[in-house]
């Protein structure tokens, strides 16, 4: 099997600890690439590109572990591309 690059994006419950969440995921996921999107009124998203082996349910398992890192709202995946 080969590797996928997953796109997640990470809603914070708040953006008093932004900067710690970021670390967090960073920590959790260790992704590739990180980076922050606006969304609206001075709130922004944490987008982030993992590279996972190519198998069954990876991605479901990803959203799950970044959902439960300590002051996450939501998680979306929004891109998977295969390398």
């Known amino acids: 099997m080969g590797k ?6 990470i809603l914070p419950e708040g953006m008093d600890n932004f900067e710690a969440l970021k670390k967090k995921v960073f920590d ?10 606006p969304v609206a009124f001075g709130i922004k998203a944490i987008t982030a590109v993992v590279i996972i082996e190519d198998a069954p349910g990876g991605s479901d398992l990803l959203e799950e572990k970044a959902s439960k890192i300590q002051g996450v709202s939501q998680v979306e995946i929004t891109a998977v591309d295969r390398l």
């Open 28 to 37: 959790t996921l260790a992704p590739s690439k990180i980076s922050e999107m």
């Open 4 to 9: 996928v690059a997953v796109e997640i994006k």
